[in-house]
């Protein structure tokens, strides 16, 4: 059994940060890549960074999110900076796992975390 679960999201004003944070636990052998995705009500989910060999963002974001990895955790965080209302979504974390080392490669998805931005 693999889980995935956030932490970290709330209630911020506009320009201030938050740090979310994403763990990976169970039985499996591999981590691959690890992501950050967001998605508003009656919209697609859509990615806002990745970290496979390296980080990758949406152009939405470059410049004041960063996305990093404790591969010894399983850990993936997404620092949010300069927060803006429309970065307010319920935030989703993916990782690409390997349960066996001959086995396939399934994505898995953490239940979510609201990310509110309001003064």
């Known amino acids: 059994q693999v889980q995935v679960v956030e932490s970290g999201g709330g209630l911020v004003q506009p320009g201030e940060s938050l740090k979310l944070s994403c763990v990976v636990s169970g039985t499996f052998f591999s981590i691959s890549t690890m992501a950050w995705y967001r998605q508003a009500p009656g919209k697609q989910r859509e990615l806002v960074a990745d970290?496979?060999?390296?980080?990758n963002y949406a152009d939405s974001v470059k410049g004041r999110f960063t996305i990093s990895r404790d591969n010894a955790k399983s850990t993936v965080y997404l620092q949010m900076n300069s927060l803006k209302a429309e970065d307010a979504d319920v935030y989703y974390c993916?990782?690409?796992?390997?349960?066996?080392?001959?086995?396939?490669?399934?994505?898995?998805w953490g239940q979510g975390t609201q990310v509110t931005v309001s003064s």
């Open positions: 993916a990782a690409d796992v390997q349960k066996r080392s001959w086995g396939p490669w399934s994505k898995f």
């Open positions: 970290f496979g060999n390296a980080p």
